[in-house]
């Protein structure tokens, strides 16, 4: 099975950076992925990474090292509408996805 | 736009009756379609896995003869939640990969069963 942990909430201010992090033990990996969702809305994908480092993406970075079972979400110049439940989710080798409890980031001005 | 479509968007059905919940892949052929639920202030759970052609894989806990799940054809599959009760309500998502990174949601079903 997959056991995935991310902190609960998370508050910045506007224009400012926040960094979201993920530790996962899995029983096989395939992948991991961050997603946006918003209350009462399907999630939307943010990033991909499978193998260690950076991937960078516009305002948004992940990162990811597999020896620790590490990730985090790097989110720059904040804004509003970045208030939203950010969920770290670990793919095994039957592409299913396993995902955190998420993270609330709040945004405020 | 949505390359996975999903409908109905939100339902209220009375205890005991049937919902039946599509989710369409619009561009691409989905041979495998994940099917989770989402309880308020909680993460997505896979309930099962879909194959087009076979039968259904059930996570555990997950009683298959309460979520049937048909994928008939390479673009459509489809979750019915039968003799539903109001414990069922939930939100209800499936998921399809395009290609091998690309996994995306469709829009969601509230689901509430009064």
């Known amino acids: 099975g997959q056991n995935i942990d991310q902190p609960t909430e998370m508050t910045a201010t506007e224009g400012a950076i926040v960094q979201i992090n993920c530790t996962y033990q899995?029983?096989?990996?395939?992948?991991l992925f961050w997603y946006q969702q918003h209350a009462g809305e399907a999630p939307t994908f943010l990033s991909y990474?499978?193998?260690?480092g950076l991937e960078e993406k516009g305002r948004f970075s992940s990162f990811l090292s597999r020896s620790k079972g590490y990730s985090y979400l790097l989110l720059k110049e904040l804004q509003m509408k970045d208030s939203a439940s950010y969920l770290c989710?670990?793919?095994?080798?039957?592409?299913?996805?396993?995902f955190g409890a998420g993270t609330t980031v709040t945004v405020r001005a | 736009g949505a390359v996975v479509s999903q409908h109905p968007s939100w339902v209220i059905c009375k205890s005991g009756t049937s919902v039946k919940i599509e989710c369409r892949s619009l561009?691409?052929?989905?041979?495998?379609m994940f099917w989770y639920r989402q309880f308020p202030k909680q993460s997505l759970m896979l309930m099962a896995t879909?194959?087009?052609?076979?039968?259904?894989?059930?996570e555990q806990g997950v009683e298959k003869d309460k979520f049937l799940i048909n994928h008939a054809s390479l673009t459509l599959s489809t979750l019915t939640v039968t003799s539903a009760h109001p414990e069922d309500s939930s939100f209800y998502i499936c998921?399809?990969?395009?290609?091998?990174?690309?996994?995306?949601f469709g829009q969601g079903t509230r689901l509430t069963v009064v």
């Open positions: 879909s194959n087009e052609g076979s039968k259904a894989t059930y």
């Open positions: 998921s399809s990969y395009r290609g091998d990174t690309e996994a995306f």
């Open positions: 989710a670990v793919r095994d080798g039957d592409y299913k996805l396993s």
């Open positions: 990474n499978v193998l260690d």
């Open positions: 561009d691409f052929q989905a041979t495998t």
């Open positions: 899995t029983s096989g990996f395939n992948g």
